[in-house]
C-alpha cells in the first residue's frame, strides 16, 4: 500500500497555494497555472462552476450529483520505481450518490505536459522500468504506446487512482482546468485518452478505462480567463 501523509495542510487564502509550490519563485506568476488556479478555487464556495456544470451534465451513476468533501493544493503521491512523488495541483474528495469519488486536477494554461513518455524512459533505470510498468498495469494498458504521449498525464492519472483505491472509492478522475484560451497541450490531452479508445471532447466527463485496477474518468473543462489576471 502506497503511504500517504496523514497531516494535510488547509488554506485561508491564495497566499497558502503559493507556499506549498515545489518552487513559489518560478511557478507563482501571473498568468501562469500555479496562480490563476489558487485565484479560481479560492473565490468559489465549493468548486468552480465550470467544474460543478461538468458533473452535473453526466449521466454515470458513478459520479453524477457529485459533493465535494474537501480540496487540498499541492497533493502529493508516492509512485513505486524512485523518490519522486506525483505532486497534483488539487485532490479533491468528492462523494456521489454511489459512494467516494477521488479528483486529481492539474491546472494548465501554456505549460507543457513535460517530456513525452519515450524520451522519459529512455535509457531507463531499473526503478523507471519498475515505476512504468506500474502505471500501465493501473491503467489497463497491456503495452508501452507507440503514439507520443505525455509521462505527466500517466501519474496524475494513476495518482487519482490510486487514492480511490486508499478511499474505497467508486471512482478516480484526471480533470485538467484548462484557462487557455487557445487551447494550448489539447492534442496532448487528446492523445492520452485515444490510449483508451476515446475521443476527447472539450467539457465533458468521460469514462476511459473499465480494465483500469478503478473506473477511470477524464475531462478537460476550460476555466474563466478573469481569473488570469489575479
Known amino acids: 500500500m502506497m503511504k500517504v501523509s496523514r497531516i494535510l495542510p488547509f488554506t485561508s487564502g491564495v497566499d497558502d497555494w503559493?507556499?506549498?509550490?515545489?518552487?513559489?519563485?518560478?511557478?507563482?506568476?501571473?498568468?501562469?497555472?500555479?496562480?490563476?488556479?489558487?485565484?479560481?478555487?479560492?473565490?468559489?464556495?465549493?468548486?468552480?462552476?465550470?467544474?460543478?456544470?461538468?458533473?452535473?451534465?453526466?449521466?454515470?451513476?458513478?459520479?453524477?450529483?457529485?459533493?465535494?468533501?474537501?480540496?487540498?493544493?499541492?497533493?502529493?503521491?508516492?509512485?513505486?520505481?524512485?523518490?519522486?512523488?506525483?505532486?497534483?495541483?488539487?485532490?479533491?474528495?468528492?462523494?456521489?450518490?454511489?459512494?467516494?469519488?477521488?479528483?486529481?486536477?492539474?491546472?494548465?494554461?501554456?505549460?507543457?505536459f513535460g517530456p513525452m513518455l519515450k524520451d522519459w524512459q529512455e535509457n531507463a533505470s531499473m526503478g523507471k522500468k519498475k515505476r512504468l510498468q506500474f502505471?500501465?498495469?493501473?491503467?489497463?494498458?497491456?503495452?508501452?504506446?507507440?503514439?507520443?504521449?505525455?509521462?505527466?498525464?500517466?501519474?496524475?492519472?494513476?495518482?487519482?487512482?490510486l487514492m480511490a483505491q486508499q478511499f474505497r472509492a467508486v471512482a478516480a478522475v484526471l480533470l485538467i482546468h484548462s484557462f487557455s484560451q487557445e487551447f494550448a497541450c489539447w492534442p496532448d490531452y487528446k492523445k492520452f485518452v485515444s490510449l483508451f479508445g476515446v475521443e476527447a471532447v472539450v467539457g465533458s466527463l468521460q469514462r476511459l478505462s473499465s480494465s483500469s485496477s478503478m473506473p477511470l474518468f477524464g475531462a478537460w473543462v476550460v476555466g474563466n480567463p478573469m481569473f488570469l489576471d489575479c
Request: net charge negative; hydrophobic share 45%.
Open 18 to 112: 503559493r507556499v506549498l509550490l515545489a518552487n513559489p519563485a518560478k511557478h507563482w506568476q501571473r498568468g501562469f497555472s500555479a496562480r490563476t488556479l489558487a485565484h479560481c478555487w479560492e473565490s468559489s464556495e465549493e468548486m468552480p462552476p465550470e467544474i460543478v456544470r461538468l458533473f452535473a451534465q453526466s449521466s454515470d451513476t458513478l459520479v453524477a450529483n457529485l459533493q465535494p468533501i474537501f480540496a487540498i493544493p499541492e497533493f502529493k503521491v508516492a509512485l513505486p520505481g524512485g523518490k519522486t512523488d506525483s505532486q497534483n495541483d488539487i485532490f479533491v474528495l468528492a462523494r456521489s450518490m454511489a459512494g467516494p469519488v477521488c479528483i486529481m486536477v492539474e491546472g494548465k494554461v501554456k505549460e507543457s
Open 135 to 161: 502505471l500501465l498495469d493501473s491503467l489497463g494498458l497491456d503495452s508501452l504506446p507507440t503514439d507520443e504521449v505525455r509521462y505527466q498525464l500517466f501519474h496524475r492519472a494513476v495518482s487519482a487512482i
